[in-house]
């Protein structure tokens, strides 16, 4: 069993920017962000292979947030720019525990992993 910890929320003005984190307690394959505001389902925000050689994102934070990882900390970031009223969430951080088809990196159902979460809220 992985244990994931994220850590980096916080509030902060439209137009900034805060940086995720999460470290994993062991080896973990593609990892990936995943966000829900009150009231909405779980969604997809970005995803990273283990090498680091195949990132993707959701249109509406493409250009805007970049996934990168740290493989000898086991840790993946979430650098987030440009920050909208509407990027207000808790924001998880997932992991697979096997390498899955890579179709699955977008759906929660491809993770076998997953944080408590972390609250960032932007302020119009």
């Known amino acids: 069993q992985v244990q994931l910890v994220e850590s980096g929320g916080g509030l902060v003005q439209a137009g900034g920017s805060l940086r995720l984190s999460c470290e994993a307690s062991g080896r973990t394959f593609t990892m990936g962000w995943f966000r829900q505001a009150p009231g909405k389902e779980r969604e997809f925000v970005a995803a990273?292979?283990?090498?680091?050689?195949?990132?993707t994102y959701a249109d509406s934070v493409h250009g805007r947030f970049t996934i990168f990882r740290n493989n000898a900390k086991n840790a993946v970031y979430l650098q987030m720019n440009s920050l909208k009223h509407e990027d207000t969430a808790v924001y998880y951080c997932?992991?697979?525990?096997?390498?899955?088809?890579?179709?699955?990196?977008?759906?929660?159902?491809?993770?076998?992993?997953w944080g408590q979460g972390t609250q960032v809220t932007i302020s119009s």
């Open positions: 997932a992991a697979q525990g096997v390498s899955r088809d890579i179709v699955l990196r977008s759906s929660p159902r491809g993770y076998d992993y």
């Open positions: 990273i292979t283990w090498s680091g050689g195949l990132t």
